[in-house]
Structure formats: structure tokens, C-alpha cells
């Protein structure tokens, strides 16, 4: 299937539900190797009060068949903006999403949340346990210390 965004000029989804993720072949079918992305500045909405949520996004995945295009992944990532959900909803959901579409060997997500009402959400989803034979680093995304 061609890709939907690639090479054309793209609007943000209304909605994750409403966001195509595209996929593509693994360019390296028979290596064993972990991908990244990082979101530091994803946002969604509170699903009570509708002011914004701010999160630092860390997505790690050993991919099988296919990969997630990447400007797929920043619409899709972007369609939140606009979205009500608690964090634990967003970060869970975003990785059940790409878990069950993309069909990798293994998937991890961190989602660090700014302070609401000053504490801090930390979000954490893996599907399973982390594959041996793959360097998997830490995420390194500090926890929030406030002003100490």
C-alpha cells in the first residue's frame, strides 16, 4: 500500500481515530535492531477541565515486516492536541495502536507528563518482554524535581 503522507502536503488530523498510520517494508529484513522516536513536545487535553497536557514521549520498538513512516507518526502524535484523554489513556493507547497495526517483535513506550495540580504522571506500556539480543537503552528522560 502506497503511503498516505509521504511526499504530500499533509493537514493534521481531527482526532487519533481519524489519523492513518502508514507503514513501509523494513528496510533491513534480516537485521535485528531497535528504533526510537522521540516526542518532546506532545500535547493533548484534559478530558475534565480541557486545558493542556504537556508530555515527553520516548517510543522504542524492534520492528518485524514493516516500520511506521515517520510523518504518519508526527500527524497521528499531533491529532492529540485537540484530544481529551487522562495520560494514562494517551500513552497506553498510542502503544496498543502501533503494537497491533505495525505487528513489531516488541514495543515499548514512556510517556513523561508535565505536573497538573503539581504531581507528575509517568506512563509506561510494553508489550511484552524486551527481546535478547538487541541493545535497548534506557530512555534517559529525567523524572520532574520542581525546583530542587
Known amino acids: 500500500m502506497e503511503p498516505k503522507y509521504l511526499g504530500q502536503s499533509s493537514a493534521l488530523p ?14 533491513r529484513p534480516g537485521s535485528r535492531y531497535l528504533v526510537r522516536f522521540a516526542a518532546p513536545e506532545f500535547t493533548s487535553l484534559c478530558p475534565i477541565t480541557g486545558q493542556p497536557d504537556f508530555a515527553h514521549l520516548v517510543i522504542d520498538y524492534v520492528p518485524r515486516e514493516t516500520i ?13 492536541r485537540n484530544h481529551g484523554a487522562f495520560h494514562e489513556d494517551c500513552t497506553v493507547g498510542i502503544g496498543e495502536r502501533l503494537f497491533r497495526e505495525m505487528a513489531p517483535e516488541w514495543l515499548r513506550i514512556g510517556g513523561y507528563w508535565y505536573p497538573r495540580g503539581g504531581i507528575p504522571i509517568d506512563v509506561f506500556w510494553q508489550s511484552g518482554e524486551p527481546p535478547s539480543g538487541v541493545w535497548i537503552p534506557p530512555q534517559d528522560v529525567s523524572g520532574y524535581r520542581g525546583r530542587g
Open 14 to 27: 481531527a482526532s487519533p481515530e481519524e489519523a492513518v498510520l502508514d507503514y513501509v517494508p523494513n528496510p
Open 68 to 80: 511506521v513512516e515517520s510523518k504518519a507518526l508526527k500527524l497521528f502524535l499531533g491529532s492529540f
